[in-house]
């Protein structure tokens, strides 16, 4: 079954510094989205994206964060000035297209900003 | 904005007894999700609701979405080990894309 695929699957960066995600969607999947979880909390809506531009984004999601779709593959979220409350695992998502259609999410990427 | 709020935020049950998260919502939702999380893993989709009292059996799971569709429930009859995990319900609102998590039920089930 396809999958969703991030990398690194570890982050370690220190506070200040600039952070790339990266994301293979499922290759049929048309929406991607980024989600966050702090630690032992809810998954919390970043953003959506179809057709190389934002659809839909969250207050989280400020002028820090950004996402990208550099080749036909690849998802990637940057957050520009890392901060201690930016520690989260963060999981890319993608759905195929109608509205409904069920998210599949990536294995995460655990980000701690030290 | 929309916020989704589930109770119990924690659950332990020994194997064999049933268990029920419930999920509310501050709007009216026009479809809900649930989602189970096992430790250390990503969210993986159960089912989704989209009628005014539409319920859904999946084998041991029973979802039921309510009336006014601003909450839902998970059942599970006779919990297993392999249930241990937290589930997530969550909604969308009119047209919107954008997925809102519930805060969540972690279960744990004992042997």
């Known amino acids: 079954e396809p999958e969703v695929t991030q990398t690194p699957s570890h982050q370690v960066t220190q506070m200040g510094q600039e952070v790339i995600l990266r994301c293979v969607p499922i290759?049929?999947?048309?929406?991607f989205y980024w989600y966050r979880q702090i630690l032992g909390q809810k998954v919390e809506f970043l953003v959506s994206?179809?057709?190389?531009?934002?659809?839909?984004k969250s207050e989280i999601f400020d002028d820090q964060f950004s996402v990208e779709r550099p080749d036909g593959s690849n998802f990637t979220l940057k957050i520009r000035s890392t901060k201690l409350e930016d520690s989260a695992m963060y999981f890319c998502a993608s759905t195929w297209g109608q509205i409904n259609s069920p998210l599949h999410f990536g294995n995460g990427t655990r980000l701690t900003v030290t | 904005g929309q916020q989704v709020m589930q109770i119990p935020q924690y659950q332990h049950v020994q194997e064999g007894e049933d268990f029920t998260t419930y999920c509310n919502s501050s709007t009216t939702l026009s479809n809900i999700q649930w989602y189970k999380q096992r430790p250390g893993g990503h969210p993986v989709f159960l089912i989704q609701?989209?009628?005014?009292?539409e319920v859904k059996k999946q084998k041991r799971l029973t979802f039921q979405f309510g009336e006014a569709k601003k909450n839902s429930s998970l059942h599970i009859t006779a919990t297993q080990t392999t249930d241990v995990g937290t589930y997530f319900c969550?909604?969308?609102?009119?047209?919107?894309?954008?997925?809102?998590f519930g805060s969540g039920t972690q279960l744990t089930v004992l042997p």
């Open positions: 994206f179809y057709n190389n531009e934002i659809s839909e």
């Open positions: 290759s049929n999947h048309l929406y």
């Open positions: 609701l989209v009628k005014s009292g």
């Open positions: 969550a909604g969308r609102s009119g047209s919107a894309r954008q997925l809102t």
